[in-house]
């Protein structure tokens, strides 16, 4: 029941706008975006909490589809600093809680090129 | 800089040996989960620790085994290596608030087994 994400791979040229969605099978409690660096760690970006509303900070945001079990993420103007890959990681609805743990999409490449 | 810690970043390890990883949890966090990052995914959920305690685990045989001691560190052993054992492990740290937890990932270690 891993998330899937989309697109697959995306290229863009700084100052244009992305969109990458993450769906899921089972109704979610959480989604937690992340983006990761060739050789790095996954850096946190954002959590969305079922309920809950549109987050962001300046030119990157996402939200939360309860209806469909969906969130997207927005990158908006982009630059140089976005290129890396972009993972959603999905708690579950576990007895009216969370299952505690993140499963994780394959991933988004994102590529900003100059 | 999330403030966790891990050790080694580098590992090489033949088929069929044994290996421990280790993880230090950002300050007044309680929970660390385990993850397996093979070339192209994204992380695969291992386990997970909340105060001592595995809460949690993922698709993993049980030569996947972990530890946390009383100052949230944690260990991950991995018994008779095979060569598909071969990824960048991470570990990350959490505390429960209200709603959801975020998890922070440290900077992995890299595992490569001949």
């Known amino acids: 029941q891993q998330p899937v994400q989309s697109p697959q791979a995306v290229i863009l040229r700084e100052g244009e706008d992305a969109v990458i969605n993450c769906s899921s099978s089972?109704?979610?409690?959480?989604v937690h975006w992340y983006r990761q660096k060739h050789g790095e760690a996954p850096v946190f970006l954002m959590i969305?909490?079922?309920?809950?509303e549109q987050k962001g900070h300046e030119k990157i945001s996402a939200s939360f589809n309860e209806k469909k079990q969906q969130s997207s993420l927005y990158l908006t103007a982009s630059q140089l600093s976005y290129s890396g890959t972009y993972f959603c990681?999905?708690?579950?609805?576990?007895?009216?809680?969370?299952?505690?743990?993140?499963?994780f999409g394959k991933g988004t490449k994102l590529s900003v090129k100059p | 800089e999330t403030g966790v810690t891990q050790s080694p970043t580098h590992l090489i390890k033949t088929r069929g040996q044994q290996v421990t990883l280790r993880c230090s949890s950002q300050?007044?966090?309680?929970?660390v989960s385990w993850y397996q990052q093979a070339l192209g995914q994204g992380p695969q959920f291992i386990f997970q620790?909340?105060?001592?305690?595995?809460?949690g685990r993922g698709n993993f045989p049980p030569r996947f085994s972990g530890l946390q001691f009383p100052n949230y560190s944690s260990e991950l052993n991995v018994n008779a290596l095979e060569l598909d054992d071969s990824a960048l492990y991470l570990c990350?740290?959490?505390?429960?608030?209200?709603?959801?937890?975020?998890?922070?990932f440290g900077p992995g270690t890299r595992l490569l087994v001949l």
């Open positions: 990350a740290s959490s505390t429960r608030l209200a709603g959801a937890e975020t998890q922070y």
């Open positions: 990681g999905t708690e579950w609805v576990n007895y009216g809680g969370s299952q505690g743990n993140l499963i």
């Open positions: 969305l909490l079922k309920g809950g």
């Open positions: 620790y909340y105060r001592e305690e595995e809460n």
């Open positions: 089972k109704a979610l409690y959480s």
């Open positions: 300050s007044g966090h309680n929970t």
